[in-house]
């Protein structure tokens, strides 16, 4: 699993710098993380597939977050795309979109699912085989939600010399990486545990932004591998990242420490700041595997 | 007066090429008209200043083609802009722009007036003492407007070696200028063509995208100097072209040449292409003076 930064500045566009939005490509799926405005054309220089990405998150209605959907939504459907496509955002925003569908008389050539957030409430938002996709609420100036994905487990790890070895007919792998033992015709039993090892750890990956310092929704973050943390301003602007329900470098490296996570990365930075590398100084005082998250990063999560 | 081109693709971004956006600048006015998705990113890019800007002109509701727009007027909001801003576009537009304020609470700190574009009507958006704005319908699959801008004359131009030589006093040049005589204390009376000569021509430019080959609004484009036409495809999609409501960019010449414009601007390319210059050169067979529209290219008028 791995997150790829398409745009990690505040509302105000500077130096170049595209707002909020992230790729999360689980080996061939990819999700979207909100969706700044020009993120279709980030997600085509960074190589993107729009044909790959079925499930799109909003964390909250201010326009850094969302103001490229329609553009995006709009170029899928140009595309002729046709997998269905799930958008997961505050409820408004369905009519906005349907508005504008309207007035241009658009038609999307592809099933189009809203799932409205519920506010204040953390959801299952999607729960298949591969991956487990939860909302938390986090706490800005208006409704705001984290999200936190989970890569599942593909079951015990193979070994393929043993299975030789053994002579395991290759049709009983699946039954083998969910942990059974394999029985010889003659009745001898092989033992799962000489067969397998342990399955690579599911992997985690929490999102939090936008939101004010707070441990609220900390138990939501708890082993993460990898935590987005906000952080608009450096300490120095402690006060007013306070009254504007934003966060500090500091403050999410306090977070990402509390919450045991092994990685931070730092974004929605404030168009205040050109250089960014006083945000992982920062961050590094409390929490050391700090990252600034710029455009066109990958991390490994 | 000059055009500056911010994004002249159409639909879907292609070749890092933004969709439409232009902005004219007449002294220290800017006007934009279209405002594609990323335009706040293209404007700063190409140097043109926010501060100056206090009418848009949206042609139609088709994403390309107004995309940016809430972002804009988003952070021109956030930077704190006090002059009021003019937005002319369809109906439709007023509702949907004041929902994504509400929802994400956005109070801007300067007064904006929307001004709804009458259907299938030319109107008088803009007359000031500095240029004139008309309106008028093209034909598109969804209603659609071309805009005419015409920078006024400034009266006749004042020869000061002449208004020195017959002792003409300075309070009294803004009377020259609209054509006066002067008459000195002892009756004599200074012809106004002693002191002054004509004065510049008015510039026009107008705007015509998105729009199928048609004659239907070629008396809105009698003269002018810059004639800019949509030319989506080139000649071999033709049939295309005229099934999506678009022109070829051998139309957009025939268009010129009988609107007897003095220079045109070709734009609102597909995606198809990826080399543009085949549009000037198709152009050009029937009307010469005929140039690729790039992005960040400025033309005078």
């Not at 899928?76 to 504008?100: D, V």
């Amino acid at each position: 699993m791995k997150v790829t930064i398409l745009g990690n500045n505040s509302a105000l566009p500077a130096y170049g710098r595209y707002p909020t939005s992230q790729a999360v490509t689980i080996d061939g799926d990819v999700l979207l993380i909100d969706c700044g405005e020009a993120t279709q054309i980030q997600m085509q220089r960074y190589g993107i597939k729009w044909r790959k990405l079925e499930h799109i998150f909003i964390s909250h209605l201010h326009g850094d977050h969302y103001f490229g959907l329609p553009g995006l939504i709009n170029s899928m459907g140009l595309l002729g795309r046709n997998l269905p496509l799930h958008l997961y955002a505050a409820k408004p925003l369905e009519s906005i979109l349907q508005q504008m569908m309207a007035v241009a008389d658009t038609a999307l050539p592809f099933e189009f699912h809203f799932h409205p957030l519920q506010e204040n409430e953390s959801e299952v938002l999607v729960d298949n085989s591969k991956f487990k996709i939860i909302s938390f609420p986090v706490e800005h100036r208006i409704p705001c939600h984290g999200f936190k994905v989970e890569k599942k487990s593909r079951g015990r790890k193979i070994i393929l010399e043993k299975c030789r070895e053994y002579a395991i007919p290759a049709y009983f792998y699946e039954r083998l990486k969910r942990g059974e033992d394999y029985e010889q015709v003659h009745g001898f039993v092989v033992k799962n545990e000489w067969l397998t090892e342990d399955a690579p750890q599911t992997k985690k990956y929490a999102y939090c932004a936008d939101t004010v310092f707070t441990e609220s929704f900390l138990p939501y973050l708890q082993d993460v591998d990898t935590l987005y943390h906000e952080s608009t301003y450096l300490e120095a602007e402690t006060d007013r990242a306070t009254l504007r329900f934003h966060s500090t470098a500091k403050q999410a490296a306090t977070i990402a420490l509390k919450a045991n996570a092994k990685q931070l990365l730092l974004g929605h930075f404030s168009s205040r700041y050109k250089e960014l590398d006083l945000f992982a100084t920062e961050a590094r005082t409390i929490f050391p595997n700090s990252y600034v998250a710029e455009e066109g990063m990958e991390f490994e999560v």
